[in-house]
Protein backbone atom coordinates (compact mmCIF):
# COMPACT_ATOMS: atom_id res chain seq x y z
CA UNK A 1 0.00 0.00 0.00
CA UNK A 2 1.22 3.06 -1.30
CA UNK A 3 0.41 6.48 0.88
CA UNK A 4 1.93 9.88 1.93
CA UNK A 5 1.81 10.25 5.54
CA UNK A 6 0.62 14.01 4.91
CA UNK A 7 -2.62 13.56 2.98
CA UNK A 8 -5.28 15.49 4.25
CA UNK A 9 -3.25 17.21 6.92
CA UNK A 10 -3.43 21.25 7.01
CA UNK A 11 0.27 21.47 8.66
CA UNK A 12 1.12 24.88 7.44
CA UNK A 13 -1.57 28.02 6.82
CA UNK A 14 0.85 29.35 4.36
CA UNK A 15 0.38 30.72 0.57
CA UNK A 16 3.33 29.38 -1.24
CA UNK A 17 3.98 32.12 -3.50
CA UNK A 18 3.30 34.62 -0.71
CA UNK A 19 5.65 33.66 1.25
CA UNK A 20 7.99 35.12 -1.34
CA UNK A 21 6.65 38.07 -2.52
CA UNK A 22 8.85 39.95 0.22
CA UNK A 23 11.97 39.01 -1.98
CA UNK A 24 11.69 41.12 -5.52
CA UNK A 25 10.82 44.10 -2.67
CA UNK A 26 13.53 43.36 -0.57
CA UNK A 27 16.29 42.84 -2.64
CA UNK A 28 15.58 44.86 -6.26
CA UNK A 29 16.65 48.22 -4.49
CA UNK A 30 19.27 50.25 -3.61
CA UNK A 31 22.14 49.18 -1.23
CA UNK A 32 21.10 49.63 2.59
CA UNK A 33 22.95 52.42 3.52
CA UNK A 34 23.42 53.15 6.82
CA UNK A 35 21.83 56.47 8.52
CA UNK A 36 24.37 59.10 8.62
CA UNK A 37 24.82 60.40 12.57
CA UNK A 38 26.21 64.24 12.38
CA UNK A 39 27.47 65.05 15.80
CA UNK A 40 29.23 68.29 17.09
CA UNK A 41 33.05 67.98 17.29
CA UNK A 42 33.80 67.11 20.45
CA UNK A 43 37.14 69.06 21.01
CA UNK A 44 37.34 67.67 24.78
CA UNK A 45 41.05 67.24 24.20
CA UNK A 46 44.17 67.83 22.53
CA UNK A 47 45.04 64.32 21.85
CA UNK A 48 44.17 62.39 18.62
CA UNK A 49 43.25 58.76 18.92
CA UNK A 50 46.43 57.55 17.35
CA UNK A 51 48.33 59.23 19.77
CA UNK A 52 46.82 57.64 22.97
CA UNK A 53 47.19 54.45 20.71
CA UNK A 54 51.08 55.11 20.36
CA UNK A 55 51.85 56.44 23.74
CA UNK A 56 49.41 54.26 25.69
CA UNK A 57 50.89 50.57 26.29
CA UNK A 58 47.59 49.41 27.19
CA UNK A 59 47.37 49.57 23.54
CA UNK A 60 50.17 48.70 22.31
CA UNK A 61 49.23 45.09 20.70
CA UNK A 62 46.29 47.49 18.91
CA UNK A 63 49.57 49.40 18.19
CA UNK A 64 51.46 46.96 16.20
CA UNK A 65 48.31 45.98 14.21
CA UNK A 66 47.69 49.44 13.29
CA UNK A 67 50.98 50.44 12.21
CA UNK A 68 51.82 46.92 10.69
CA UNK A 69 48.67 48.09 8.23
CA UNK A 70 49.71 51.72 7.84
CA UNK A 71 46.48 52.52 10.19
CA UNK A 72 48.19 54.61 12.68
CA UNK A 73 49.13 57.88 10.71
CA UNK A 74 45.63 58.33 10.04
CA UNK A 75 43.67 57.72 13.71
CA UNK A 76 46.44 60.72 14.33
CA UNK A 77 45.07 63.16 11.80
CA UNK A 78 43.33 65.97 13.61
CA UNK A 79 41.08 67.24 10.31
CA UNK A 80 39.42 63.67 10.47
CA UNK A 81 36.79 62.03 12.63
CA UNK A 82 36.60 58.63 13.87
CA UNK A 83 34.93 56.25 16.18
CA UNK A 84 36.79 53.61 17.25
CA UNK A 85 35.61 50.40 19.36
CA UNK A 86 39.20 49.68 20.32
CA UNK A 87 40.41 46.25 22.03
CA UNK A 88 43.15 47.21 24.67
CA UNK A 89 45.85 44.10 25.11
CA UNK A 90 43.69 42.29 27.50
CA UNK A 91 41.11 41.86 24.65
CA UNK A 92 43.50 40.46 22.06
CA UNK A 93 44.86 38.07 25.18
CA UNK A 94 41.01 36.96 25.54
CA UNK A 95 40.61 36.51 21.88
CA UNK A 96 43.40 34.46 21.37
CA UNK A 97 46.20 36.62 20.35
CA UNK A 98 48.32 36.32 23.04
CA UNK A 99 51.64 38.32 21.95
CA UNK A 100 52.72 40.82 19.02
CA UNK A 101 55.13 38.74 17.59
CA UNK A 102 51.76 36.32 16.91
CA UNK A 103 50.21 39.43 15.12
CA UNK A 104 53.55 39.84 13.00
CA UNK A 105 52.66 36.66 12.36
CA UNK A 106 48.93 36.38 10.91
CA UNK A 107 48.22 36.88 7.54
CA UNK A 108 48.35 40.55 6.71
CA UNK A 109 44.75 40.32 5.53
CA UNK A 110 43.66 39.11 9.15
CA UNK A 111 45.35 42.40 10.53
CA UNK A 112 44.06 44.50 8.18
CA UNK A 113 40.57 42.79 8.96
CA UNK A 114 41.14 43.47 12.98
CA UNK A 115 42.01 47.16 12.69
CA UNK A 116 39.82 48.31 10.02
CA UNK A 117 36.96 46.95 11.44
CA UNK A 118 37.12 48.66 14.81
CA UNK A 119 37.43 52.08 12.94
CA UNK A 120 34.09 53.75 11.99
CA UNK A 121 35.45 56.71 10.12
CA UNK A 122 33.67 60.12 9.45
CA UNK A 123 31.85 59.34 12.74
CA UNK A 124 32.23 60.55 16.21
CA UNK A 125 29.56 59.05 18.95
CA UNK A 126 29.18 58.56 22.34
CA UNK A 127 26.93 55.98 24.14
CA UNK A 128 24.61 58.40 24.80
CA UNK A 129 23.76 59.04 21.15
CA UNK A 130 23.13 54.81 21.07
CA UNK A 131 19.71 54.02 20.38
CA UNK A 132 18.34 51.61 22.80
CA UNK A 133 15.70 50.15 20.04
CA UNK A 134 15.42 46.83 18.59
CA UNK A 135 17.70 45.40 17.56
CA UNK A 136 20.63 47.59 17.33
CA UNK A 137 22.18 50.64 14.81
CA UNK A 138 24.00 50.05 11.72
CA UNK A 139 27.37 52.15 10.67
CA UNK A 140 30.13 51.75 7.92
CA UNK A 141 33.16 50.95 8.77
CA UNK A 142 36.63 51.20 6.82
CA UNK A 143 36.81 47.85 5.56
CA UNK A 144 35.28 48.20 1.74
CA UNK A 145 34.17 44.97 0.27
CA UNK A 146 33.86 45.97 -3.51
CA UNK A 147 31.36 47.24 -5.25
CA UNK A 148 27.77 46.24 -7.08
CA UNK A 149 28.05 46.07 -10.57
CA UNK A 150 27.27 49.22 -12.39
CA UNK A 151 27.77 51.94 -9.25
CA UNK A 152 30.48 53.76 -8.27
CA UNK A 153 29.70 53.04 -4.72
CA UNK A 154 31.91 51.33 -2.97
CA UNK A 155 30.32 48.41 -0.20
CA UNK A 156 31.35 48.76 3.35
CA UNK A 157 31.32 46.60 5.71
CA UNK A 158 29.56 47.48 8.69
CA UNK A 159 29.15 47.33 12.37
CA UNK A 160 25.89 47.34 14.93
CA UNK A 161 26.33 49.04 17.95
CA UNK A 162 23.65 48.61 20.40
CA UNK A 163 22.59 49.73 24.08
CA UNK A 164 20.28 48.33 26.76
CA UNK A 165 20.07 48.73 30.47
CA UNK A 166 22.35 46.02 30.94
CA UNK A 167 25.45 47.06 28.88
CA UNK A 168 26.74 48.38 25.48
CA UNK A 169 28.34 46.16 22.70
CA UNK A 170 29.69 46.48 19.54
CA UNK A 171 28.19 43.23 17.59
CA UNK A 172 27.85 40.80 20.45
CA UNK A 173 31.10 42.08 22.27
CA UNK A 174 30.75 44.13 25.24
CA UNK A 175 32.32 47.75 26.16
CA UNK A 176 34.40 47.97 28.77
CA UNK A 177 34.94 51.55 28.97
CA UNK A 178 32.86 54.23 26.54
CA UNK A 179 33.26 57.59 25.97
CA UNK A 180 36.70 58.04 26.08
CA UNK A 181 36.94 61.47 24.21
CA UNK A 182 39.72 62.58 21.66
CA UNK A 183 40.82 65.56 19.63
CA UNK A 184 39.45 63.49 16.35
CA UNK A 185 36.93 61.11 17.99
CA UNK A 186 35.50 58.85 20.22
CA UNK A 187 36.91 55.84 21.64
CA UNK A 188 35.07 52.91 23.36
CA UNK A 189 37.28 50.13 25.12
CA UNK A 190 35.64 46.53 24.03
CA UNK A 191 35.96 42.99 25.87
CA UNK A 192 37.30 41.60 22.71
CA UNK A 193 38.19 41.32 19.07
CA UNK A 194 34.69 42.25 17.23
CA UNK A 195 35.98 40.05 14.19
CA UNK A 196 34.66 41.05 10.80
CA UNK A 197 32.90 38.76 8.87
CA UNK A 198 34.56 37.27 6.18
CA UNK A 199 31.79 34.48 4.14
CA UNK A 200 28.41 34.93 3.12
CA UNK A 201 25.88 33.03 4.77
CA UNK A 202 25.18 30.41 1.88
CA UNK A 203 28.51 29.32 2.47
CA UNK A 204 28.74 29.27 5.95
CA UNK A 205 25.35 27.50 6.22
CA UNK A 206 26.12 25.23 3.59
CA UNK A 207 29.43 23.93 4.56
CA UNK A 208 28.30 22.91 8.35
CA UNK A 209 28.51 19.39 8.72
CA UNK A 210 25.63 19.62 11.17
CA UNK A 211 22.90 21.42 9.07
CA UNK A 212 22.57 18.98 6.11
CA UNK A 213 18.69 18.84 6.62
CA UNK A 214 18.51 22.50 6.91
CA UNK A 215 20.43 22.27 3.53
CA UNK A 216 18.17 19.97 1.71
CA UNK A 217 15.10 21.63 3.21
CA UNK A 218 16.57 25.12 1.10
CA UNK A 219 16.47 22.82 -1.70
CA UNK A 220 13.52 21.99 -1.62
CA UNK A 221 11.92 25.00 -0.54
CA UNK A 222 13.16 26.97 -3.72
CA UNK A 223 11.66 24.38 -5.73
CA UNK A 224 10.23 25.78 -8.99
CA UNK A 225 11.54 29.65 -7.83
CA UNK A 226 14.23 31.72 -10.03
CA UNK A 227 16.13 34.26 -9.42
CA UNK A 228 15.64 35.91 -6.09
CA UNK A 229 12.69 34.62 -5.59
CA UNK A 230 14.80 31.91 -4.04
CA UNK A 231 15.93 31.58 -0.42
CA UNK A 232 19.05 30.11 -1.78
CA UNK A 233 19.86 33.45 -4.07
CA UNK A 234 18.74 35.32 -0.48
CA UNK A 235 21.33 33.76 1.48
CA UNK A 236 24.08 34.30 -1.39
CA UNK A 237 23.12 38.13 -1.74
CA UNK A 238 25.41 40.42 -0.17
CA UNK A 239 24.13 43.57 0.77
CA UNK A 240 21.30 42.28 3.31
CA UNK A 241 20.88 42.23 7.26
CA UNK A 242 19.70 38.84 7.86
CA UNK A 243 19.07 36.31 10.71
CA UNK A 244 18.41 32.95 10.09
CA UNK A 245 17.82 30.28 12.65
CA UNK A 246 19.01 27.05 11.49
CA UNK A 247 17.81 23.84 12.93
CA UNK A 248 20.51 21.17 13.15
CA UNK A 249 20.46 17.64 11.84
CA UNK A 250 19.03 15.88 15.11
CA UNK A 251 16.34 18.52 14.92
CA UNK A 252 14.66 18.05 12.04
CA UNK A 253 15.00 13.76 12.28
CA UNK A 254 13.16 14.83 15.40
CA UNK A 255 10.74 16.35 13.34
CA UNK A 256 10.75 14.04 10.60
CA UNK A 257 10.00 10.79 13.36
CA UNK A 258 7.01 12.59 15.06
CA UNK A 259 5.47 13.79 11.79
CA UNK A 260 5.93 10.22 9.88
CA UNK A 261 4.65 8.80 13.44
CA UNK A 262 1.68 10.67 13.55
CA UNK A 263 1.07 10.67 9.80
CA UNK A 264 0.48 7.22 9.76
CA UNK A 265 -1.77 7.06 12.53
CA UNK A 266 -4.44 9.59 11.16
CA UNK A 267 -4.27 7.79 7.74
CA UNK A 268 -5.56 4.92 9.82
CA UNK A 269 -8.16 6.85 11.32
CA UNK A 270 -8.75 8.94 7.98
CA UNK A 271 -9.59 5.22 7.05
CA UNK A 272 -12.05 4.70 10.08
CA UNK A 273 -9.81 2.74 11.84
CA UNK A 274 -8.97 2.98 15.05
CA UNK A 275 -4.98 2.39 15.78
CA UNK A 276 -4.29 -0.13 18.15
CA UNK A 277 -0.62 -1.59 19.37
CA UNK A 278 0.25 -2.76 16.35
CA UNK A 279 -0.70 -0.12 14.09
CA UNK A 280 1.55 1.94 16.98
CA UNK A 281 4.71 -0.37 16.45
CA UNK A 282 3.93 0.06 12.59
CA UNK A 283 3.89 3.72 12.73
CA UNK A 284 7.28 3.45 14.63
CA UNK A 285 8.98 0.87 11.72
CA UNK A 286 7.86 3.85 9.17
CA UNK A 287 8.97 6.63 11.75
CA UNK A 288 12.34 5.18 11.93
CA UNK A 289 12.79 4.39 8.08
CA UNK A 290 11.76 8.29 7.31
CA UNK A 291 14.85 8.89 9.56
CA UNK A 292 17.04 6.88 8.38
CA UNK A 293 16.32 7.74 4.84
CA UNK A 294 18.01 10.80 6.02
CA UNK A 295 18.07 14.79 4.30
CA UNK A 296 16.16 13.04 1.33
CA UNK A 297 12.90 12.57 2.96
CA UNK A 298 12.97 16.25 2.60
CA UNK A 299 12.91 15.89 -1.38
CA UNK A 300 10.28 13.01 -1.54
CA UNK A 301 6.58 13.67 -2.14
CA UNK A 302 6.01 12.65 1.91
CA UNK A 303 5.94 16.36 2.37
CA UNK A 304 5.17 19.12 0.03
CA UNK A 305 7.34 21.62 -1.11
CA UNK A 306 5.00 24.58 0.65
CA UNK A 307 5.54 22.93 4.21
CA UNK A 308 8.83 22.92 3.72
CA UNK A 309 8.66 26.67 2.34
CA UNK A 310 6.63 27.36 5.23
CA UNK A 311 9.34 25.78 7.69
CA UNK A 312 12.01 27.98 6.04
CA UNK A 313 10.35 31.13 6.17
CA UNK A 314 9.44 30.60 9.67
CA UNK A 315 12.78 30.41 10.67
CA UNK A 316 14.27 34.16 9.07
CA UNK A 317 13.20 36.89 11.22
CA UNK A 318 11.92 39.82 9.50
CA UNK A 319 10.18 43.42 10.40
CA UNK A 320 8.04 45.53 8.02
CA UNK A 321 9.12 47.88 5.32
CA UNK A 322 8.17 51.51 6.68
CA UNK A 323 6.20 52.15 3.19
CA UNK A 324 4.93 48.84 1.92
CA UNK A 325 4.19 47.62 5.07
CA UNK A 326 5.94 43.62 3.74
CA UNK A 327 8.05 41.72 5.91
CA UNK A 328 11.40 41.53 4.69
CA UNK A 329 14.30 39.80 6.15
CA UNK A 330 16.26 43.17 6.65
CA UNK A 331 17.74 42.65 10.77
CA UNK A 332 20.65 41.47 11.87
CA UNK A 333 20.20 40.16 15.55
CA UNK A 334 22.77 39.48 17.76
CA UNK A 335 21.70 37.50 20.79
CA UNK A 336 22.83 40.74 23.35
CA UNK A 337 19.73 41.95 21.25
CA UNK A 338 17.29 39.72 22.42
CA UNK A 339 15.72 41.26 25.50
CA UNK A 340 16.12 39.29 29.20
CA UNK A 341 13.26 36.51 30.09
CA UNK A 342 10.53 38.24 31.48
CA UNK A 343 6.61 38.03 32.63
CA UNK A 344 6.27 39.81 29.34
CA UNK A 345 7.37 37.74 26.17
CA UNK A 346 9.04 39.40 23.11
CA UNK A 347 8.45 38.16 19.81
CA UNK A 348 9.77 38.48 16.36
CA UNK A 349 8.32 38.57 13.10
CA UNK A 350 9.41 36.31 10.32
CA UNK A 351 9.20 35.67 7.45
CA UNK A 352 5.81 33.74 7.40
CA UNK A 353 4.49 37.23 8.03
CA UNK A 354 4.67 38.15 4.70
CA UNK A 355 1.96 36.49 4.32
CA UNK A 356 -0.25 36.27 7.22
CA UNK A 357 0.60 39.39 8.66
CA UNK A 358 -0.80 38.78 12.47
CA UNK A 359 1.31 35.62 13.02
CA UNK A 360 2.99 36.27 16.15
CA UNK A 361 6.14 35.34 14.94
CA UNK A 362 8.50 33.90 17.45
CA UNK A 363 8.88 34.48 20.95
CA UNK A 364 12.71 35.31 21.91
CA UNK A 365 14.35 34.41 25.86
CA UNK A 366 17.42 35.52 25.94
CA UNK A 367 19.60 34.82 29.85
CA UNK A 368 21.99 37.18 30.34
CA UNK A 369 25.18 36.52 32.60
CA UNK A 370 27.25 39.79 34.55
CA UNK A 371 30.56 39.38 33.90
CA UNK A 372 31.85 43.01 35.33
CA UNK A 373 30.09 46.60 36.47
CA UNK A 374 27.40 47.04 33.98
CA UNK A 375 28.90 44.49 31.27
CA UNK A 376 27.30 40.99 30.64
CA UNK A 377 26.90 38.18 27.97
CA UNK A 378 24.00 36.60 26.90
CA UNK A 379 24.44 32.51 28.43
CA UNK A 380 21.28 31.14 26.81
CA UNK A 381 19.17 32.09 24.28
CA UNK A 382 15.75 29.89 23.52
CA UNK A 383 13.69 30.38 20.96
CA UNK A 384 9.74 29.38 20.82
CA UNK A 385 7.40 28.48 17.78
CA UNK A 386 3.61 29.06 17.43
CA UNK A 387 3.19 25.81 16.09
CA UNK A 388 3.17 22.51 18.40
CA UNK A 389 3.14 18.98 17.42
CA UNK A 390 1.17 17.22 16.28
CA UNK A 391 -0.95 20.09 14.94
CA UNK A 392 -3.73 21.46 16.76
CA UNK A 393 -2.12 21.51 19.99
CA UNK A 394 -1.81 24.38 22.98
CA UNK A 395 0.06 27.24 21.35
CA UNK A 396 3.69 27.17 23.08
CA UNK A 397 3.95 23.98 24.96
CA UNK A 398 7.04 21.62 24.94
CA UNK A 399 10.76 23.04 25.37
CA UNK A 400 11.94 25.45 23.19
CA UNK A 401 14.48 25.54 21.01
CA UNK A 402 17.97 26.45 22.25
CA UNK A 403 20.46 28.00 20.59
CA UNK A 404 23.41 25.71 20.68
CA UNK A 405 25.54 27.96 18.15
CA UNK A 406 25.28 32.17 18.94
CA UNK A 407 26.50 34.93 16.95
CA UNK A 408 27.25 33.01 13.59
CA UNK A 409 28.50 36.34 11.61
CA UNK A 410 28.29 36.81 7.95
CA UNK A 411 28.80 39.73 5.32
CA UNK A 412 25.24 39.50 5.12
CA UNK A 413 23.80 38.50 8.07
CA UNK A 414 24.19 36.63 11.67
CA UNK A 415 23.05 33.27 12.04
CA UNK A 416 21.91 30.59 15.22
CA UNK A 417 22.10 27.11 15.11
CA UNK A 418 18.94 25.28 17.21
CA UNK A 419 18.31 21.96 18.58
CA UNK A 420 14.58 22.12 17.28
CA UNK A 421 12.72 22.67 14.00
CA UNK A 422 9.72 25.79 14.70
CA UNK A 423 6.64 25.63 13.22
CA UNK A 424 4.11 28.04 12.34
CA UNK A 425 1.12 26.50 12.62
Aim: proline share 8%; with cysteine; glycine share 6%.
Amino acid sequence: MSLSIYQNKKIFRLSAAAVFLFILASCNKDIPNATPINYKPLNTSSISIGSIINSDSNYSFFKAAATRVGALAGLSDSSKVFTVFLPDNNAFITSGITSKAVIAALPITTIGGIVNYAIIPGEQFTSAEVPTTFPNIQLPTAITIGFLPGTPVPLKLSTFPSKRATGFWDNNIPVTMPDLKFQNGVVHIVAGIVAPPSKLLRDTLYNNANLTYFKAAVQRADSGQTGLKRFDSLLNYAVTNMTVLAPNDAAFQTLIFGLAFQGYLDFLKSLGLVPNATDSANAFATATGAVAAGPVFLSTNNITTAQVRGIIAYHFLASPNPVTTAYEPNIRVFSVNFPATSATPFFVKTLVNSSFAPHPGIKADATFTTIAPNISIVTDLKFTGLGTFPPGGAPYSGAPATAVSKDNHAVNGVFYIIDKVLLPQ
